[in-house]
T-cell receptor, first 111, second 113 residues
């Protein structure tokens, strides 16, 4: 069985600052994918970034980067230069067969 | 279209009626997922199809819920005898067989009155 845990129900950040969202997971598999999704009020799930478990190099996508610690089963998301449009619910997810989600973190960005 | 398409976008139904929600995945994607999200809640896994394998139905909440996938493409989620607690957004997603990138549709908002 796979589990994903996001321990921060809510986070806030000032515009232009950096924020890190935490995620831990558990799986017995060695080859899987990890994702961060953004969900604005429209409920559309938007893929932010993905990480292949077999790659040691941390994924980056513009202002978004991850800190992937496979041994610790940790997968945090760092958002640099935060913008008002980053405000949303963020979900961490693990894919091996079905996709398992964490509980989500609501991110508020203050101007 | 290029993305995952879901219909209807919004559905209001009376308690006790049956509803069908449709998902058209990205062309060539062999994996298809259904999730449910109630207001203010996280994503609840419902069912997962992968190619011709038997679907993983472990998330279906009751026997009122069923899903099928015809021809390895379009999927229909059916809810029989709807109840008010079925009100939620139903999200569909698809991916290639490797599952390395999973794309979601815009969801079907179901309201049971």
């Amino acid at each position: 069985a796979q589990t994903v845990t996001q321990s921060q129900p809510e986070m806030s950040v000032q515009e232009a600052e950096t924020v890190t969202l935490s995620c831990t997971y558990d799986t017995s598999e060695s080859d899987y994918y990890l994702f961060w999704y953004k969900q604005p009020p429209s409920r559309q799930m938007i893929l932010v970034i993905r990480q292949e478990a077999y790659k040691q190099q941390n994924a980056t996508e513009n202002r978004f980067s991850v800190n992937f610690q496979k041994a610790a089963k940790s997968f945090s998301l760092k958002i640099s230069d935060s913008q008002l449009g980053d405000a949303a619910m963020y979900f961490c997810a693990l894919s091996y067969g079905k996709l398992t989600f964490g509980q989500g973190t609501i991110l508020t960005v203050h101007p | 279209g290029a993305g995952v398409s879901q219909s209807p976008s919004n559905k209001v139904t009376e308690k006790g009626k049956d509803v069908e929600l449709r998902c058209d995945p990205i062309s060539g994607h062999t994996a298809l997922y259904w999730y449910r999200q109630s207001l203010g809640q996280g994503l609840e896994f419902l069912i997962y199809f992968q190619g011709n394998s038997a679907p993983d139905k472990s998330g279906l909440p009751s026997d009122r819920f069923s899903a099928e996938r015809t021809g390895g493409s379009v999927s229909t989620l059916t809810i029989q005898r709807t109840q008010q607690e079925d009100s939620a957004v139903y999200l569909c997603a698809s991916s290639s067989s490797t599952g390395n990138t999973i794309y979601f549709g815009e969801g079907s908002w179901l309201t049971v009155v």
